[in-house]
T-cell receptor, first 110, second 116 residues
Framework: DAKTTQPPSMDCAEGRAANLPCNHSTISGNEYVYWYRQIHSQGPQYIIHGLKNNETNEMASLIITEDRKSSTLILPHATLRDTAVYYCIVRLTNDYKLSFGAGTTVTVRA | GAGVSQSPRYKVAKRGQDVALRCDPISGHVSLFWYQQALGQGPEFLTYFQNEAQLDKSGLPSDRFFAERPEGSVSTLKIQRTQQEDSAVYLC??????????????FGAGTRLSVL
């Protein structure tokens, strides 16, 4: 009953933008899109979240399509330290749990 | 410390042994969560506390798993009579508030449990 679909893996070049796609075609109006990442041997780290509008913070940008059925996480200038598993999570406004899928393993190459 | 602290980082147990895993959440955080992460998979929810009250334990895999947070801060996850299938990383997370989907959960580094 996965709510999101992500590619299992992707490579990107150091210094370039990394664009990570996520499909959430069954998202409802009161569900947020959250992104976390997990670097090897660490706990998941919050990156960004949004409801309808595009969002940007010091780590990344989140672009949500107008129909909200998909989104893209953008790491503007990928570094080797951005190598991690990236999880796209859909979460109800009154839901306390995070439901992680398999995520996308992103490898940044020099 | 500023973050969620978990101890021990690594635990090796013989099958049948009891283990206790500790979580120190971020100071002042009301909500505390435990997740289990099997090798190569995403974390899966185990249980949720709001202050000292355990509001959801639906993810605990069996009655061998028990969690407590008696004073609303530090939490302990106890596994009795460990089995090999209990081998996993156990993650603790905390957040300021409870049920809002807008709250951010902050995770500790986890405890890697290996049952031999």
């Amino acid at each position: 009953d996965a709510k999101t679909t992500q590619p299992p893996s992707m490579d990107c070049a150091e210094g370039r933008a990394a664009n990570l796609p996520c499909n959430h075609s069954t998202i409802s109006g009161n569900e947020y899109v959250y992104w976390y990442r997990q670097i090897h041997s660490q706990g998941p780290q919050y990156i960004i979240h949004g409801l309808k509008n595009n969002e940007t913070n010091e780590m990344a940008s989140l672009i949500i399509t107008e129909d909200r059925k998909s989104s893209t996480l953008i790491l503007p200038h990928a570094t080797l330290r951005d190598t991690a598993v990236y999880y796209c999570i859909v979460r109800l406004t009154n839901d306390y749990k995070l439901s992680f899928g398999a995520g996308t393993t992103v490898t940044v190459r020099a | 410390g500023a973050g969620v602290s978990q101890s021990p980082r690594y635990k090796v147990a013989k099958r049948g042994q009891d283990v206790a895993l500790r979580c120190d959440p971020i100071s002042g955080h009301v909500s505390l969560f435990w997740y289990q992460q099997a090798l190569g998979q995403g974390p899966e929810f185990l249980t949720y506390f709001q202050n000292e009250a355990q509001l959801d334990k639906s993810g605990l895999p069996s009655d061998r798993f028990f969690a407590e947070r008696p004073e609303g801060s530090v939490s302990t996850l106890k596994i009795q009579r460990t089995q090999q299938e209990d081998s996993a990383v156990y993650l603790c997370a905390s957040s300021r508030a409870g049920t809002s989907g807008r709250t951010i959960q902050y995770f500790g580094a986890g405890t890697r449990l290996s049952v031999l």
